[in-house]
């Protein structure tokens, strides 16, 4: 029993002298847009980051080549959280003014999606030539809870405006791969997965270094 306590111990010693930073992001990734907190610990090169996202639902926004792909929008107040981890390896950086890093990003989310169908509904003139020669009628649909599970991975810079608050950006390319929950709709498709980006954009604050 003594043995299965001492990798936790030791990794909570490693925590006491780990760097400390606070980060909040804006990200656009493959389920919608959100708001994310994250806790972040400095291991040297490596930069651990654990918490909290928010989705922002976007009404108005419908895409018409793809079907999940950015069309998560939550009915609930608990389908507007998730987690977000990240991990960043530090590439170099510039006299603390600059960092680069590459960096793996992971999002979870339950929720609904949401999109919308246009169908003819009358002839706008006698003989007809094309579809815009209809009236139609749009329709909205909500189909869920789905879960995603997002994985990226791509650049990330960090530039300090002072001493320990700094920018922060990500941009990286990757998948999500979902489940439909909802049994009432079953939907066609080849895969469970599809190709995302990842755009982020946020502000940071670095606490001061402990000292060992």
């Known amino acids: 029993m003594k043995n299965y306590l001492i990798l ?15 980060e909040s992001n804006f990200n656009v990734v493959g389920t919608g847009r959100n708001q994310s907190l994250l806790v972040n610990y400095k291991f040297d ?5 654990i918490g ?25 107040s608990s389908e507007h959280w998730g987690t977000d981890l990240n991990l960043k390896y530090r ?13 793996y990003s992971n999002q979870f989310t339950k929720s609904h999606i949401r999109f919308e169908t246009h169908f003819a509904l009358d002839k706008l003139v006698e003989n007809p030539t094309s579809e ?3 009236s139609y009628i749009k329709h909205e649909s909500e189909i869920g809870p789905i879960l995603a599970v997002e994985n990226n991975i791509g650049i990330a810079f960090e530039i300090f405006l002072l001493k320990n608050i700094y920018l922060s950006q990500k ?37 001061n270094e ?3």
């Open 8 to 22: 936790p111990f030791i990794f909570f010693c490693h925590l006491t002298f780990a760097q400390f930073q606070i």
């Open 45 to 49: 090169k490596l930069q651990i980051g």
């Open 52 to 76: 909290a996202k928010y989705h922002i639902n976007k009404p108005n926004n419908f895409p018409q080549s793809v079907f999940y792909k950015k069309t998560f929008f939550s009915t609930t």
């Open 91 to 103: 590439l170099f950086d510039v006299q603390d003014v600059f960092v680069a890093h590459v960096f």
């Open 132 to 134: 815009f020669d209809y």
């Open 171 to 207: 941009f990286g390319v990757g998948i999500m791969f979902y489940k439909n929950l909802d049994e009432n709709n079953q939907i066609l498709a080849l895969n469970n997965w599809v190709f995302t980006e990842m755009l982020s954009f946020g502000i940071g604050y670095k606490f």
């Open 210 to 212: 402990k000292v060992k």
